[in-house]
């Protein structure tokens, strides 16, 4: 079930007869170039190739089995099991609406995954949600949420941005959106709805100032649910980011998007990885039912290629 | 980052994680080393400082030398056609285009809003334009974004702008029509403008991975993509991929995004960028 990538290049360079401590190495170099060409962090392929050696060395006892082919199998099953389990639970409150909170970099489907996550509930879940436009720094990013509580008839909290600019010169900068969200909590209640869901503005995770105003959020809110919204091209660069949102936020989860694209998803076992939080949604699509559970091992395949 | 000054093969195969972490990809990293084996090899390269620059060097001749300048039509208007995968920094960057061509006074420009489909694009345009003080040609919600590009040509043509700028919603690579309406808004621009785009600008986030180089084939499957915009360099990534997509494709990197502002837009500067790769 694996394609031919990976498994043709082992079974190429792997001599037949039993697995051998040198025709593991040799195979272990072809999952290297194949995890690189797949995005995935450099840091985190020394580490994985470390844990299938281990394990592939454990199994050089067991005959009858084609090398190359045991390799692949081991890698495969590391692969799924370090990027699982499937995990789409969402923290309920108890009292009070459940409050989800959306961050990462700018572009990678935020405001989008809003919308379908929204869909997700109503549909699957029987949940009533409000949509909150905590953006506002980006032209028309309160439209463009307002467009999908359109679209899907859902309520959408917002704000005029440049209100209260007079006394956003009393509070310091930060304090807006977590007055937004808080509001839009406050509104949720108030219309009878279980949900909050918080679209808040991209940035990146080495400015201060943004950061700092996402802990604000997160602490005025306390939020059952803070999903760290993934581009799935993303290369190298993903334990990075990940590494520092994660860091300062605690996220509870991973949503990695654009996945009906032709990229690898590498960044899917990078942040794993270095977060340990569960990718929980993959997102395939711009359509607002483009929203679909994670599977570890249909991921597992798609990076290996 | 080097340990002292002395060189040995194992100290030339640790730059190879700074390259692979700046994304450049295996294949042109493990050329590179090779290269800079070699250079050790054969005596030519004695000590860390040597290699850097050898390396630094090497890189630079692969990013093609001179920075080139956005293109001018020899008559005016120019059409430029921007384009790339979701959320690459797209319409932000269409923004800071038009910051450069009108902040001297100098440029007329006229954006089209060719993104018809997704929610409030054309609002984020127009706000844009608004902030710019620049026209703007926009069509009715779901409009054919063909028909919007050809109306901005005319126009652009009859009124006299300088230049055209047209956005265009993001899409896949991978999706064949959407692809194929990319190539049609390409091609009505000829009615009025017969030697129109004069420049196909390729938003890539500097986040993306390898499949960047993917999505530049892609699109210059369809399009006559001139130049790169390598948006969001502000950031931690490097966007080492464009030095693959410049060596196999051609296509130079013209200018950097730096931020989300009209003014964080810079031309490229090969030297810069490859200091900023290696650290
Ligand atoms: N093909 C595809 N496109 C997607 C997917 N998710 C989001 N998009 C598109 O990606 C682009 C960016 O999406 P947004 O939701 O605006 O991203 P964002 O994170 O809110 O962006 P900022 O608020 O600017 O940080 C849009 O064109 C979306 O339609 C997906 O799963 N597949
Ligand atoms: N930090 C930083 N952010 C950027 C840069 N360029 C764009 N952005 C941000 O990236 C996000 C997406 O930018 P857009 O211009 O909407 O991207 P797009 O390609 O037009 O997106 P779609 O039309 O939905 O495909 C926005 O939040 C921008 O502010 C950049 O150079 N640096
Ligand atoms: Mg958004
Ligand atoms: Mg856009």
């Known amino acids: ?305 | 980052r080097l340990l002292g000054g002395g060189l040995d093969e194992d100290i030339i195969d640790s730059l190879e994680e700074i390259l692979l972490r700046a994304d450049i990809g295996v294949t042109a990293t493990q050329r590179l080393i090779g290269g800079l084996k070699e250079g050790y090899r054969a005596g030519n390269l004695k000590d860390q400082a040597q290699v850097l620059e050898f390396l630094k060097t090497g890189l630079k001749e692969k990013l093609g030398g001179e920075a080139p300048k956005l293109r001018e039509a020899p008559k005016p208007p120019t059409v430029v056609i921007v384009a790339g995968v979701n959320g690459s920094g797209k319409t932000t960057s269409v923004a800071k285009l038009t910051h450069l061509l009108t902040r001297g006074g100098e440029k007329k420009v006229l954006l089209a809003a060719c993104d018809t489909f997704r929610a409030a694009a054309v609002e984020q345009l127009a706000t844009w334009a608004g902030r710019l003080g620049v026209d703007i040609v926009r069509g009715q919600t779901g409009a054919d974004p063909a028909a919007v590009a050809h109306d901005a040509c005319e126009k652009a043509l009859k009124q006299g702008y300088d230049y055209l700028v047209i956005d265009t919603a993001g899409r896949l690579h991978t999706d064949k029509n959407l692809m194929r309406e990319l190539e049609k808004i390409a091609r009505v621009g000829k009615k009025h403008i017969p030697d129109s785009p004069h420049e196909v600008l390729l938003v890539l986030d500097a986040t993306t991975g390898q499949n960047a180089v993917r999505q530049a084939k892609e699109f210059l499957e369809v399009l006559p993509v001139s130049g790169i915009i390598l948006a969001k360099l502000d950031g931690t990534a490097k966007g080492g991929i464009v030095v693959v997509i410049r060596e196999e494709l051609g296509i130079p990197v013209k200018f950097v995004g730096l931020g989300e502002q009209p003014t964080d837009m810079q031309p490229f500067d090969a030297g810069v960028f490859v200091d900023g790769l290696l650290s």
């Open chain 1, 1 to 305: 079930q694996l394609t031919d990538g990976l498994s043709g290049a082992i079974s190429r360079l792997v001599s037949r007869g039993k697995l051998t401590e040198a025709n593991i190495d040799e195979g272990l170099r072809e999952v290297r170039k194949a995890l690189l060409e797949a995005d995935v962090a450099l840091p985190v392929i020394k580490d994985f190739i470390d844990k299938v050696k281990a394990k592939a060395v454990g199994q050089l006892q067991i005959e009858g089995v084609d090398p190359g082919q045991q390799i692949v199998k081991v890698v495969n099953d590391e692969l799924v099991a370090l990027m699982g389990p499937i995990d789409t639970r969402i923290r309920e409150q108890g009292n009070g609406p459940t409050i989800i909170m959306m961050v990462g970099l700018q572009g990678a489907g935020k405001t989008t995954s809003c919308g379908k996550l929204a869909k997700y509930l109503v549909e699957k879940k029987r949940r009533k949600p409000v949509l909150v436009a905590a953006d506002l720094q980006r032209p028309a990013a309160i439209d463009q949420l307002k467009v999908l509580g359109e679209q899907l008839g859902l309520p959408v909290y917002s704000e005029d941005p440049n209100a209260s600019k007079g006394l956003t010169g009393i509070f310091k900068r930060g304090s807006r959106a977590a007055e937004v969200c808080k509001n839009g909590v406050k509104f949720a209640t108030q219309a009878g709805c279980d949900t909050v869901i918080l679209d808040t503005a991209g940035r990146l995770h080495i400015d201060d100032d943004l950061m700092k105003e996402l802990r604000d959020v997160k602490e005025r809110l306390e939020p059952q649910n803070i999903f760290l919204v993934v581009d799935a091209m993303t290369g190298q660069d993903a334990v990075k980011s990940a590494k520092e949102f994660n860091d300062q936020l605690a996220v509870d989860g991973v949503i990695l998007t654009k996945l009906d694209g032709d990229a690898r998803g590498g960044a899917a076992l990078s942040i794993k990885a270095v977060t340990g939080k569960t990718i929980k949604f993959i997102g395939t699509g711009e359509k607002l039912d483009r929203l679909e559970e994670f599977h570890p091992d249909r991921m597992a395949s798609r990076v290996l290629g």
